[in-house]
């Protein structure tokens, strides 16, 4: 069954094409900076918004029209297989990306969940055979079962903590079998409402254990993903352990971890932790924790997590600049965690919004290749700092520097050199005029 059978693979066709259906500034093949910008983009597709959502929100039922709407049970998820594959070809996306639960339903048990996961990893890994898709990341789902209302790998229940390893040693089984190149943690309940009721320091040391474990069977098993943690800060809890970039690095170092895992950063976390996603990026980057990424944006005017698809060319431009300053994203990629808007219900409206996401990282890719070849930060940044390449500056950077010295410099130079401009109004207009020219 073909369930797009209104829209023809979609094609670039550059920046004068009026074709909703059609790139306007990603060319796969096209090269930028050494490479095409399909490897340097490396999209996924999430599972979960793109086969799952219905468009529901808290004050309102599904919206969604799918074309495998009617369908239920295992019957359903065979059907969104053959709906992924599908869009997938038709937008000429590599990767996708899944928890556990949006491929297969729970059932009544546990055993009966591995049986329906088996079930459709089997169809799932044939159709990857078939067309060529790889799988970025798998993770499991250990926040929407109400089990898990104090957490997964943080909880106060012994018995749920044991069936939280068992949906994770599954994932990583999933994980090997269909050549995952990542996997990720995302600890959606892993936090406190409250501290009156909470033991933050064995929740802490639980979670280090089960990442240890999991660290353990990956090497039984001999799979080799990149492991990676998600932060975010809040919502649905009050308060999350992995808040921010910062402080989920923090606690990988504390656990011994940092060899093993890297950071899944998402836009619209970042702006809930108070921080743009470019600063996310480079506190990452500096640590050499940047894995991958979830393409999104938030709603400056709503307090939550809206899981929009990016159209900011801003936010694209600056998010590139530090991919490419990494050397690139490895064995990550850029998962598209978006979701059309409830309104937008028709199965067309998924393929328009994944065309305006790409072409938006495209164009951001582009301009960032254009900023770093033309030195345009580096340079002014090189300038900005020249005092500590000369003099005393020198002696602070190479660790001669101690209070003494510094303080017998400061009396015999009582006037400082004077500080020169940020510039920060001139950077900014420049960004710009790079955001409006090719």
Same mark, same amino acid.
């Given at each position: 069954?073909?369930y797009?059978?209104?829209?023809?693979?979609?094609?670039?066709?550059?920046?004068?094409?009026?074709?909703?259906?059609?790139?306007?500034?990603?060319?796969?093949?096209?090269?930028?900076?050494?490479? &095409?910008m399909?490897?340097?983009?490396?999209?996924?597709?999430?599972?979960?918004h793109?086969?799952?959502?219905?468009?529901?929100?808290?004050?309102?039922?599904?919206?969604?029209?799918?074309?495998?709407?009617?369908?239920t049970?295992?019957?359903?998820?065979?059907?969104?297989?053959?709906?992924?594959?599908?869009?997938?070809?038709?937008?000429?996306?590599?990767?996708?990306?899944?928890?556990?639960?949006?491929?297969?339903?729970?059932?009544?048990?546990?055993?009966?969940?591995?049986?329906?996961i088996?079930?459709?990893?089997?169809?799932?890994e044939?159709h990857?055979?078939?067309?060529?898709?790889k799988?970025?990341?798998?993770?499991?789902?250990?926040f929407?079962?109400?089990?898990?209302?104090?957490?997964?790998?943080? $909880?106060?229940?012994?018995?749920?903590?044991?069936?939280?390893?068992?949906?994770?040693?599954k994932?990583?089984?999933?994980?090997?079998?269909?050549?995952?190149?990542?996997?990720?943690?995302?600890?959606?309940?892993?936090?406190?409402?409250?501290?009156?009721?909470?033991?933050?320091?064995?929740?802490?040391d639980?979670?280090?254990?089960?990442?240890?474990?999991?660290?353990?069977?990956?090497?039984?098993?001999?799979?080799?993903?990149?492991?990676?943690?998600?932060?975010?800060?809040?919502?649905?809890?009050?308060?999350?352990?992995?808040?921010?970039?910062? $402080?989920?690095?923090?606690?990988?170092?504390?656990?011994?971890?940092?060899?093993?895992?890297?950071?899944?950063?998402?836009?619209?976390?970042?702006?809930?932790?108070g921080?743009?996603?470019?600063?996310?990026?480079r506190?990452?980057?500096?640590?050499?924790?940047?894995?991958?990424?979830?393409?999104?944006?938030?709603?400056?005017?709503?307090?939550?997590?809206?899981?929009?698809?990016?159209?900011?060319?801003?936010?694209?431009?600056?998010t590139m600049?530090?991919?490419?300053?990494?050397g690139?994203?490895?064995?990550g990629?850029?998962?598209?965690?978006?979701?059309?808007?409830?309104?937008?219900?028709?199965?067309?409206?998924?393929?328009?919004?994944?065309?305006?996401?790409?072409?938006?990282?495209?164009?951001g890719l &582009? $301009?960032?290749?254009?900023?770093?070849?033309?030195?345009?930060?580096?340079?002014?940044?090189?300038?900005?700092?020249?005092?500590?390449?000369?003099?005393?500056?020198?002696?602070?950077?190479?660790?001669?520097?101690?209070?003494?010295?510094?303080a017998?410099?400061?009396?015999?130079?009582?006037?400082?050199r004077?500080?020169?401009?940020?510039?920060?109004?001139?950077?900014?207009?420049?960004?710009?005029?790079?955001?409006?020219?090719?």
């Amino acid at each position: 069954m073909a369930y797009f059978a209104n829209v023809e693979k979609v094609a670039y066709e550059g920046v004068q094409s009026k074709n909703p259906y059609a790139f306007k500034f990603y060319n796969p093949s096209q090269i930028v900076a050494g490479k &095409t910008m399909e490897e340097h983009l490396r999209f996924g597709m999430a599972y979960w918004h793109t086969l799952v959502a219905g468009g529901s929100d808290p004050f309102g039922v599904e919206t969604a029209s799918r074309p495998w709407g009617s369908y239920t049970g295992m019957d359903l998820a065979k059907a969104r297989v053959e709906g992924l594959f599908e869009l997938m070809d038709k937008l000429s996306m590599p990767y996708f990306c899944f928890h556990d639960v949006d491929i297969a339903p729970e059932g009544d048990s546990l055993r009966e969940f591995y049986n329906n996961i088996d079930t459709i990893v089997d169809m799932i890994e044939q159709h990857m055979k078939q067309t060529g898709k790889k799988l970025l990341w798998n993770t499991a789902n250990m926040f929407s079962n109400p089990r898990f209302m104090h957490g997964a790998a943080s $909880t106060c229940n012994a018995d749920v903590y044991a069936h939280a390893a068992a949906q994770i040693k599954k994932g990583l089984e999933v994980g090997k079998r269909l050549g995952a190149e990542n996997y990720v943690f995302w600890g959606g309940r892993e936090g406190y409402e409250t501290l009156l009721n909470t033991d933050y320091a064995l929740e802490q040391d639980n979670m280090g254990r089960m990442f240890h474990m999991a660290v353990d069977y990956a090497k039984e098993i001999g799979f080799d993903a990149q492991f990676l943690i998600e932060p975010k800060p809040k919502e649905p809890t009050k308060h999350q352990y992995d808040f921010d970039a910062a $402080t989920a690095i923090s606690f990988l170092k504390k656990y011994d971890l940092t060899d093993h895992f890297k950071l899944n950063l998402e836009a619209n976390h970042a702006t809930l932790a108070g921080h743009t996603f470019q600063h996310e990026l480079r506190v990452a980057r500096t640590e050499g924790m940047l894995g991958s990424l979830d393409a999104n944006q938030g709603d400056m005017l709503i307090g939550w997590d809206t899981d929009e698809f990016p159209v900011d060319l801003y936010a694209a431009t600056t998010t590139m600049y530090e991919v490419l300053q990494n050397g690139g994203l490895g064995r990550g990629g850029i998962n598209f965690d978006a979701k059309v808007r409830r309104p937008s219900f028709t199965p067309e409206d998924l393929v328009i919004a994944h065309v305006a996401g790409m072409d938006t990282f495209a164009k951001g890719l &582009t $301009t960032a290749a254009r900023l770093l070849e033309d030195r345009v930060f580096e340079d002014f940044i090189d300038q900005r700092y020249s005092s500590f390449r000369e003099g005393v500056g020198a002696d602070v950077v190479s660790g001669k520097a101690t209070l003494s010295s510094l303080a017998e410099y400061a009396l015999n130079n009582e006037q400082p050199r004077q500080n020169e401009s940020g510039r920060e109004e001139l950077l900014k207009a420049t960004l710009n005029q790079y955001l409006v020219t090719e």
